[in-house]
Structures are given as C-alpha cells and as structure tokens.
C-alpha cells in the first residue's frame, strides 16, 4: 500500500477518535472556546515537538511564492472555518450539521479538479461517492430535529467551503516541514478562537479538564494534521480528502469501542459503503506520458528517478535528506498519484 495513503487513513482515525473525546471531556465548554483548545492543544505540541527534533529553532524552509499559501490556508482553515461552523452549530440540529459537514471532502475534490486540474477518473469519482454516502448514513442515523431556518445550514457550508479551499492551499506547501505547517495553523487557530470565546464571556476550564483536552487536541487535530500534509504531498488534494473523509466512520468506531455504544444496521451499511469506496481507491491505476517542469523546491527525498541533482555542499550519503533542489525538465511514463513531483494537467 502506498505509504501517502497510510498517512490519510492515519489522519482520519485520529480525527475521528477525537470527536467522541473532545464530546466527552469538552462537557460545559462553549464551542468556540473548546475548539480554540483543542487547536492550542495542537500548535504548542507540535512546537514542542518540533524544538525537540531540531534541537532548538531552525529556519521553515518556506520559500517566498509559498508563504501566501500558507498564510491563505490559516486564514480559511485556521479562523473562517471554525468561526462559521460555531455559529452555524447554534442554528442548526445536530443530525443537519453532520450532514452538511460531508460537504468538505466533496468541495475539496470540486476545487482541486475545478480550479487546480488534478486528475479525476471514473473509479476515483465512484469511491468518493460511495464513502460520503457512508457519511451520510451515519450521519442521518445520529437523530436530531429538522429546521427550518437555513441560516445556519449554510454558515455551516460555508465552514465546509473554507476547510476544502484551506486543503487545496495546502496542498501547494505540502513539501515543506509538516510539523511547522500543522504547528502554525494550530497556534494561530487556537490563539484567535480562544481570544473570541474569551471576549464572548468564556472562562478556561480548570487544569482537570484543560488538559486531557489539549492532550486530544495534539493528537486528534496536530498530529492528524501532519499525516493530512504528508498525504496531500504523495496523493493530491481530492483523494486525500477521500480517504479523509472515513473520519465520521472511524469516529463512531471509538464511540462503539470506548463508550459502549450499541451497533446500528446504519452502523453497518455505512461500513460497507466506506470499504468500497477505500477499496476502489486502493485499486486506483493512472499511469501515462507526462512531462515534469523544471522547478525548485526543498522535502525530505531519495535520489530516486525524480531526484537526480547534484549537490553543492558538503553531505554524507545518508538518505532520506532534505535540501532545497532543483529538478529539471523530464518526460517519462509510470504509474502515479498528483503527488508534489506530479501536478501536471491532463
């Protein structure tokens, strides 16, 4: 199995298992200020663990033409989107949220095909059908009251809107540090949505509560987002956002596992829909003659077919390693995902 998807997959068990827990502990939070915690959880962990593994503060590695991406991807992912979902949550019942939150694995896909041509085949379309259907069923089977009033509903696409444009933007700085790109947006993110719970008349919880949900918030939203960056450098926007969408799924496995909950006939049905469409993305095949643009960028790499630089410096011939290098112009063909070394037009 493709090491990217593994990565998806991982991101969306550690989103998913987050819900029922952030639930649990968050009891009495306003939503605001819990999901500002559980970004704060995220961005000073990944802090932490990135002094750790540099041994103190090295530079981003950001080149110039990526800092818009990154700070477009904060700003919608990080501030627009938690911000129209908490509003929206006030307005709408529950059983409608969830259903309008399966809206942001398909608008991630529109985007990416739409507005940054990435590729999309009929088995690729299929399975992304089949695992939002699985979402639905699940999430229809959650209960609620109907509303009436759209308002809210549409506050909530709109959350949905901006976490699928957030996932193409970062897409674009995918090859640059997954630690610091995670690390900033949940910093900024917990920072601005703390600070509004504060001014709307929130209070921080004690330390009892404070920090099993920070603790869920660095795992659940940080380190799930850095296997969300990792994937979105090996797959693309669109089927990261597919396998990422298994999230509710994985979600009510922990609910079942953890808190005991009792097994549903939609239970089951959306697992079957969700296997399906895993698997036909698992058995996804693009291969063809293509051509790679000469171009400059710095990740982790092998000195595989698509990396054969030389170097200017000094370096042992350790590897993986990571540099800023230059790929020249090359046309080939080969089996492929839109990966950083593959985003060409069809």
């Known amino acids: 199995m493709n090491l990217s998807i593994l990565y998806a997959l991982a991101a969306a068990a550690l989103f998913g298992a987050s819900i029922p827990l952030a639930k649990s502990f968050g009891l009495g939070l306003s939503p605001v200020l819990l999901a500002g915690l559980l970004y704060l959880g995220s961005g000073i962990g990944l802090a932490g663990v990135r002094l750790i593994r ?19 991807a904060i700003t919608f992912g990080g501030i627009l989107g938690p911000v129209a979902l908490m509003f929206g949550l006030t307005l709408t019942a529950g059983a409608t949220a969830s259903l309008m939150l399966n809206l942001e694995s ?22 992304m059908i089949a695992i939002v259907m699985g979402g639905l069923v699940l999430s ?26 957030d996932n193409n933007l970062t897409r674009k700085v995918s090859a640059s540090d997954a630690l610091f790109i995670a690390g900033a947006k949940g910093l900024i993110a917990g920072v601005v949505n703390c600070s509004l719970a504060l001014y709307l008349g929130a209070q ?41 969408s298994t999230a509710p799924f994985l979600g009510a496995v922990v609910a079942l596992l953890a808190f005991g909950e009792s097994v549903t006939v939609a239970f089951w049905i959306a697992s079957a829909l969700m296997a399906v469409g895993v698997w036909l993305h698992l058995t996804e095949r693009h291969a063809h003659e ?19 630089h030389e170097h200017h410096f000094e370096w042992d011939p350790a590897e993986p390693h990571s540099h800023v290098h230059v790929h020249s112009a090359m046309r080939h063909s080969h089996a492929h995902f839109p990966d950083v070394h593959h985003r060409h037009r069809h």
Not at 215 to 243: C, E, H, K
Not at 290 to 304: C, I, K, M, N, Y
Request: glycine share 12%.
């Open 204 to 244: 921080i919880p004690a330390v009892a509560q404070l920090a099993p949900i920070l603790l869920v918030g660095f795992l659940g939203y940080g380190i799930s987002l850095v296997m969300f960056v990792l994937a979105l450098r090996g797959l693309g926007s669109a089927r990261t956002g597919a396998y990422f």
């Open 290 to 308: 293509h051509l790679h643009e000469a171009t400059e960028h710095g990740h982790r790499h092998v000195h595989d077919e698509h990396h054969q």
């Open 54 to 72: 540099d041994r103190g503060w090295k530079p981003t590695g950001l080149t110039p033409s990526e800092w818009p991406w990154l700070i477009g």
């Open 106 to 127: 398909v608008l991630t896909a529109v985007i990416a095909w739409v507005v940054f041509r990435e590729n999309a085949d009929r088995r690729l379309i299929l399975g």
């Open 140 to 165: 229809w089977s959650d209960g609620g009251g109907a509303t009436h009033d759209w308002t809210g509903p549409f506050a909530v696409a709109v959350a949905c809107l901006c976490w699928g444009i």
